[in-house]
């Protein structure tokens, strides 16, 4: 007898405990107030979780988003943010999205061809000049509608937060011509394009995680990668590579993804300030992306780590025409219509 009430009260707790979990497992942002619809700003913790360092355009984007949500709603709305990959990685923060284990999101766009080929506009090769050609794309209405497609995972698409231009780095060889990439590998964010571009310059490419990008580089799984200079000198990339040639021929931009459910769940007074918050995260990611750039570039300069190849605009057209069959080989599969709202926000 005393056993079987020993069992009973095991599986009565297993069974409870279990209920909790998926309790958190469904709603990572636990609300209270007065339902949908009401004027009361609801109590809210909301999870901001992403995969860069503090010293990102990313996170400081982040951090005003929770500055201003925080203090508008009077405490009563929490923001923790995540860095480094510290709560969900590459690999599985767009499920825990879709789960509503996390409320927010701010993944690179070219993460996401595998969902909608589309996502590859930042990895056509010299097709923006800068941040703000980038931004016109994505506030564009092509732009918003890719940033739209996901709406059947549950994931909401509400903002476009720039970083900048991608450059190489590598530990094999200086690079300043397509030829000097043969037959080494090169990790990249993953998509066709970026996989394409490699090749037609004869390296091969793998996609890594960003979370363990340093240490691939430090054991030689890959000979080198392609990211912003904030990207490379907050995560000491420069430590493992060789050699860093200024590029900017494709670029890193985010996605602020968030969860439907958890977005339309929220009440019109709580929505208004979380709505907000995310425009003065985006207002400050897109203020701060460029000086962020510079001085990271500055500070992989002085620490002087990697020899930095500048190439001439000749050099770079070499590139430019090695590269520019991309656009054929993928023009059915983005669109027409996508290259031509590019290219019309790149000015060109
Ligand atoms: C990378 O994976 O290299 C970057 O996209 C990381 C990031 O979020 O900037």
């Not at 990439?181 to 998509?191: A, H, N, P, S, V």
């Not at 860093?244 to 769940?265: C, K, L, P, Q, S």
């Amino acid at each position: 007898m005393k056993r079987f009430v020993l069992s009973l009260f095991l599986v009565t707790t297993l069974l409870f405990l279990a209920a909790c979990g998926s309790d958190e497992g469904s709603g990572g942002s636990t609300a209270s107030g007065d339902g949908n619809g009401g004027d009361d700003i609801q109590e809210l913790t909301i999870k901001f979780s992403h995969v860069v360092a503090e010293n990102t355009p990313k996170h400081q984007g982040a951090l005003a988003m929770k500055e201003y949500i925080e203090s508008e709603s009077d405490g009563k709305i929490e923001v923790e943010i995540y860095p480094n990959s510290s709560l969900f990685g590459d690999q599985d923060e767009y499920q825990n999205l879709a789960a509503n284990n996390v409320q927010f999101i701010a993944p690179d766009l070219t993460k996401f061809v595998g969902n909608n080929p589309q996502f590859n506009v930042p990895a056509l090769p010299f097709m923006f000049d800068n941040d703000e050609e980038a931004i016109a794309f994505w506030d564009g209405e092509k732009g918003q509608e890719i940033l739209g497609s996901l709406q059947d995972d549950g994931v909401l698409g509400l903002s476009m937060w720039p970083n900048g231009g991608k450059h190489i780095t590598n530990n094999a060889r200086p690079i300043d011509s397509p030829d000097d990439f043969e037959g080494l590998k090169f990790r990249t964010q993953g998509g066709q394009v970026l996989e394409s571009i490699y090749s037609a310059m004869g390296a091969g490419s793998e996609s890594i995680p960003f979370g363990e990008l340093y240490t691939a580089l430090d054991q030689g799984v890959v000979e080198g990668q392609e990211n912003t200079f904030s990207n490379i000198e907050s995560k000491k990339f420069d430590e493992v590579q060789e050699h860093m040639t200024i590029m900017n021929h494709t670029r890193v931009d985010y996605a602020i993804f968030t969860n439907t459910e958890f977005w339309e769940g929220m009440n019109e007074a709580t929505k208004e300030i979380v709505q907000a918050g995310v425009d003065e995260g985006t207002k400050v990611a897109r203020e701060e992306a460029m000086s962020l750039n510079e001085q990271a570039l500055e500070t992989i300069r002085e620490r002087g780590l990697v020899d930095i190849i500048e190439l001439t605009d000749e050099q770079i057209q070499v590139f430019r025409d090695a590269l520019e069959p991309i656009y054929d080989e993928y023009e059915d599969e983005i669109g027409a219509d996508v290259y031509e709202a590019a290219r019309e926000a790149a000015g060109q």
